[in-house]
């Protein structure tokens, strides 16, 4: 156990330090523009944008960031930015359909899913969620509080001034980061070490199949469901090939991982943003399982017409 604890939490600290890499220069950078003429001049260019989902221009930088990136990069971005907790919220939801574009469509394509896809499932559900999350909720207009980030009174005057406070920014978010991803990666050790992750795809068995895919699909499921597409890929892409899992349930299981996938880290890690994480996750479960259910059906339903077809012309 001790050696199991060891190598989790240097796994954990090796994580933070590649997620700090990022987060850290992305919050003082943008603390830095907001006092700058750039920021205004591409909040204005992309306001007309943003309108559509209930945002205001300066809530593109997130999404951006996140979806170029990742969810750290994104949330680094948010906490310089003055948002209300319907933004924040909108932002999560749409970054948790869809964001680190780059690496996770890179896994799918490794595994066999087809691009247009993988970015169709994911652009279009943030885009939707958006839409009808702002639609639907009328509350929500106070502004966010940032967890352990100091709430700014006053502007700073002066260049030192400016880049202290995103200096301070930009550790405090490394700080609450470490904090919840530390303890994740010594958990997922442990559930390695003691084949807990055999066992909870073998749980994900009777689910798998409810959503229209073949048992040997649970390892995947699995891997995806606690790890994510990007810390999970090793595992994910070995089980694909060790498992024999047809192209078919590989696409359908990637289209439910990526309406929901790291559901434990991409839940947590929302917490300091000071928004309702429970309706974020419930939003991602429950369209991922409807989303998934749909296109099982409708793809089975065509296979069988198909077949039904040759049998006749035969």
């Not at 330090?17 to 003429?37: A, D, E, M, N, R």
């Not at 559900?125 to 940032?146: D, M, R």
């Not at 024999?244 to 890690?269: M, N, P, Q, R, Y």
């Amino acid at each position: 156990m001790v050696t199991t604890l060891k190598k989790g939490s240097i796994v954990g600290l090796q994580t933070v330090w590649t997620l700090g890499k990022i987060i850290f220069p992305v919050t003082l950078i943008i603390s830095i523009l907001q006092y700058t003429p750039v920021l205004p001049w591409v909040i204005d260019l992309v306001s007309p944008l943003m309108a559509l989902f209930g945002l205001s221009g300066d809530a593109a930088i997130p999404l951006v960031l996140g979806n170029f990136l990742n969810l750290y990069a994104g949330i680094g971005a948010i906490l310089s930015l003055e948002l209300t907790v319907k933004e924040v919220f909108i932002i999560a939801v749409m970054l948790s359909f869809s964001h680190n574009l780059f690496i996770e469509t890179g896994v799918a394509l490794k595994v066999g899913v087809k691009l247009w896809v993988v970015l169709v499932v994911r652009l279009g559900l943030a885009f939707l969620s958006g839409v009808i999350i702002n639609l639907v909720w009328k509350g929500g207009s106070e502004i966010a509080k940032y967890g352990m980030v100091p709430a700014q009174e006053e502007a700073p005057i002066g260049w030192l001034a400016i880049t202290f406070e995103g200096i301070e920014k930009a550790g405090m978010g490394i700080f609450q980061i470490a904090v919840i991803v530390i303890p994740l990666m010594i958990a997922i050790q442990i559930l390695k070490d003691l084949k807990w992750l055999d066992v909870f795809s073998r749980w994900l068995a009777p689910v798998t199949r409810a959503l229209g895919m073949k048992e040997n699909t649970s390892m995947t499921l699995a891997s995806g469901l606690l790890i994510g597409l990007a810390m999970g890929a090793g595992v994910m892409i070995q089980a694909v090939k060790e498992d024999g899992v047809s192209k078919k349930d590989a696409t359908i299981a990637f289209i439910f991982l990526v309406a929901c996938h790291a559901i434990i880290e991409d839940t947590l890690i929302f917490i300091p943003l000071g928004i309702p994480v429970l309706p974020l996750l419930l939003i991602r479960l429950g369209v991922a399982i409807v989303l998934t259910i749909t296109v099982a059906f409708i793809w089975n339903r065509t296979e069988l017409i198909k077949r039904k077809e040759t049998v006749y012309e035969q």
